[in-house]
């Protein structure tokens, strides 16, 4: 599905809101200030997924979208490896940065995604008045790659591209660096641009 | 670098970086030192022919065919795959893909009359595999902490 530049700016501003209120929630859990990028959105061949998501390691918490439509695609709470040891130092009173993350880390990385994703499905369904609603969330903390194909593989057999919808959220204060991605199935983002293009006209 | 559904022959080096559910094949032929590898994504295809390297059943017969060509024996082939992993435990509801592409892959080979001679496979571990046919078809795989080892 190709979007035209109206939808385009329609998501962005769609994602730009959802990502404010999961910074909000983010920044309080650090006690410190978040900032956010401009949302980007990527259309990309499956042949070149590579060359936008590598194989470093990442803990991606992962979540089904659900509700109005059953299987809408996944939303993913994604930080590498490094600003996840520290975010979990920070929310946990601890200083050591050359460790694994071990079973506190990651399901304290589950609570974040957690937090952080429904804040942002809260903020969309808000304004879209369709509901979106994260599943149980799953864990990878791997190679990004390896954990985004198998996600895509789920999409269906007919899927050759995909749209990812991703958002930086920064903490300067603890070197913390992370990213909201959306990745939905093609009849979420129709539904979606819908309702955006209906609220732009006002009928 | 070969990335999604995408596959190359030859003898120049090959990689595939961050397989996860999907699977790396390699088909060698040691005399020629030649080989292909390819990014298999899906068991099926379901019938769709226009991305052929991202089906098992799409992918070993063309595979066959372009090494063929190019003058490889099949008899001589050496058949080597990695991948077929689960990402995540609670979509593993949704059918393991990893684990039907393992089979998939295994039950064409067998059909096509090759032997899959290595593999490492399943798993929740992403790889990055590299293959060298003209340094005698070595392939090494890489995990996310590190380990490399030699398939």
């Not at chain 1, 942002?120 to 790659?145: K, N, Q, R, W």
């Not at chain 1, 999409?155 to 591209?161: A, I, P």
């Not at chain 1, 958002?167 to 990213?179: A, F, G, N, V, Y």
Request: hydrophobic share 45%; proline share 3%.
């Amino acid at each position: 599905m190709k979007l035209s530049a109206v939808q385009a700016d329609a998501i962005q501003e769609l994602g730009n809101i959802g990502a404010a209120h999961a910074a909000t929630t983010l920044s309080q859990m650090l006690s410190s200030s978040v900032s956010m990028s401009v949302p980007a959105i990527k259309t990309i061949d499956l042949a070149e997924l590579g060359n936008h998501i590598g194989d470093e390691s990442a803990a991606m918490v992962v979540f089904e979208l659900q509700g109005e439509i059953q299987h809408g695609g996944y939303i993913i709470f994604y930080i590498t490896r490094e600003s996840a040891i520290r975010l979990t130092n920070t929310m946990l009173g601890m200083t050591d940065t050359d460790r694994e993350l071990n079973e506190m880390d990651q399901s304290a990385l589950l609570e974040v995604g957690n937090i952080m994703v429904s804040a942002f499905l809260d903020a969309t369904a808000e304004l879209l008045g369709f509901i979106m609603l994260p599943s149980p969330p799953a864990l990878s903390v791997d190679m990004a790659h390896a954990a985004m194909e198998s996600l895509i593989a789920q999409l269906g057999e007919e899927v050759d591209e995909v749209l990812l919808f991703s958002t930086e959220l920064i903490c300067e204060e603890h070197k913390i660096d992370s990213d909201i991605i959306m990745l939905p199935e093609i009849s979420t983002l129709k539904r979606i641009t819908e309702l955006l293009e209906a609220m732009m006209s006002g009928t | 670098m070969i990335g999604i559904g995408e596959y190359r022959v030859g003898s120049f080096p090959m990689m595939t970086i961050g397989l996860g559910s999907c699977i790396g094949l390699t088909l060698y032929d040691p005399q020629k030192k030649t080989g292909a590898m390819v990014h298999i994504m899906l068991p099926d295809s379901g019938g769709r022919s226009d991305r052929p390297g991202k089906y098992a059943d799409t992918a070993i017969p063309l595979l066959l065919k372009e090494l063929d060509q190019i003058g490889c024996s099949r008899r001589s082939l050496v058949a080597k795959m990695a991948g077929g992993a689960c990402m995540f435990e609670y979509f593993g509801t949704n059918l393991n893909i990893g684990e039907r592409n393992t089979e998939k892959v295994r039950a064409i080979l067998k059909e096509q009359g090759l032997k899959l001679s290595a593999e490492d496979v399943g798993g929740k571990v992403g790889r990055t595999v590299t293959f060298l046919p003209a340094s005698g078809g070595k392939i090494s795989i890489r995990r996310a902490d590190g380990v490399t080892s030699e398939l």
